[in-house]
């Protein structure tokens, strides 16, 4: 299962939609807190969910699924190709299950306790979409015959944010439900990176909670994941990380001037994706400036990210093949292998600088990349 994919559910399973009945023209500051205020009137939703993906302006992909939901923290989904529907998801409040029919295998991740993003978490986010943002409404639209406020966001030039992915947000809010019914989010060039919009909106209809019942395939191996087990890697020195990574840690020879090593971590598997890896991090710092050097090893290789095959541009690391882009604005990324190792060169860097870090980076000296 994809990690944008897995995050979207996620998202679907704990955010609350907003509702109400008023008509009256409002302030970008009254809608949002309407919409803080109109969560409980909505106890079950579906919809159709169309979501396209961008790289530096160009849609690279896109996909729409139906999707059903019901406090607290039910969901089911389905993908739509060629006007077929199949399952990719359900969440009975307590697990989410998917199934890969090429494995015949289950997936069953056990829910947080805590919702990843619960209801006091998005008045958060509104509060610090209204605090950390300037947001102006730009008038009223329809969106699938639904009349909508159009709110838009920028972040502010001079806020701690300044190197956010994200430059600018537009929002639909449908008056009736308070729903945001579509969204379109810019990178940091003004170039449109996400577009999401629904349709067929339908609310409190009374869905049965049977229809968030999974039934396991025949003969399906079931593979169980605890997201409440899951450890965030420790911050510690490159001497401890060297002590306890399995493969020797390959280190950059030249650093930009004023950088300098901050933290390393270590990082043994993922809960949302199928394959077993061991990551090592290297964080470099400059007051407010960053830049990570990642080295991964997989026990099976996973797929070619689509994204980055697609628009990043070909380059050469000392003699390997590489990809290069800087789809996310001023935030760039390189990857390239060295033998076994899969890695990554992110951050703010500028992309001759970012070059000559990866090709600083020395060749394994032991045999296998084994300790």
């Known amino acids: 299962m994809k990690k944008t994919k897995v995050l979207s559910l996620m998202i679907l399973i704990s955010l609350a939609l907003f509702a109400s009945g008023c008509e009256e023209e409002l302030s970008a500051e009254e809608i949002a807190t309407k919409m803080q ?36 923290r039910m969901m089911k989904s389905w993908t739509i ?41 998005y008045v958060g986010l509104i509060e610090g979409f209204l605090n950390k943002t300037n947001v102006s409404l730009l008038g009223i639209e329809e969106v699938d015959g639904r009349s909508a406020y159009v709110l838009e966001a920028e972040l502010e030039a001079k806020s701690e944010e300044n190197h956010s992915l994200v430059s600018r947000t537009k929002m639909w809010v449908d008056k009736e439900t308070w729903m945001a019914l579509k969204c379109k989010i810019y990178d ?36 169980v994941i605890d997201l409440n087990n899951l450890e965030v890697p420790e911050k510690m020195s490159l001497e401890e990380a060297r002590k306890k990574a399995s493969f020797e840690i390959l280190v950059p020879e030249y650093i930009p001037e004023g950088y300098a090593l901050n933290y390393t971590m270590i990082d ?22 960053f830049f990570h050097v990642t080295q991964t090893i997989y026990e099976d290789k996973p797929e070619e990210d689509v994204m980055l095959a697609q628009t990043a541009e070909n380059i050469s690391i000392n003699g390997k093949e590489g990809k290069y882009t800087n789809q996310f ?15 990554t060169l992110s951050g703010f860097l500028e992309k001759a600088e970012m070059l000559k870090i990866a090709e600083s980076i020395p060749e394994p000296a032991l045999e296998n990349n084994k300790k």
């Open 37 to 72: 205020e109109k969560g409980e009137s909505i106890k079950d939703y579906s919809c159709i969910m169309h979501t396209a993906t961008y790289a530096n302006g160009e849609k690279i992909q896109e996909n729409e699924e139906r999707v059903i939901s019901k406090k607290p």
């Open 81 to 121: 190709e060629q006007g077929k529907e199949e399952v990719a998801a359900v969440s009975d409040g307590e697990f989410l299950w998917s199934y890969d029919e090429g494995t015949n295998t289950v997936t069953k991740i056990k829910l947080p306790e805590e919702p990843l993003i619960n209801e006091s978490d």
């Open 188 to 223: 940091s060039k003004g170039n449109l990176m996400i577009e999401t919009e629904i349709s067929n909106l339908k609310v409190n209809t009374g869905i049965p909670d049977s229809e968030f019942e999974f039934e396991v395939p025949a003969g399906a191996e079931i593979k």
């Open 268 to 289: 043994y598997k993922t809960a949302l994706e199928d394959q077993s890896h061991e990551t090592v991090i290297l964080n470099y710092q400059k007051e407010d400036e």
């Open 329 to 343: 604005g001023e935030f760039k990324l390189l990857a390239w292998n060295i033998g076994e190792f899969e890695m």
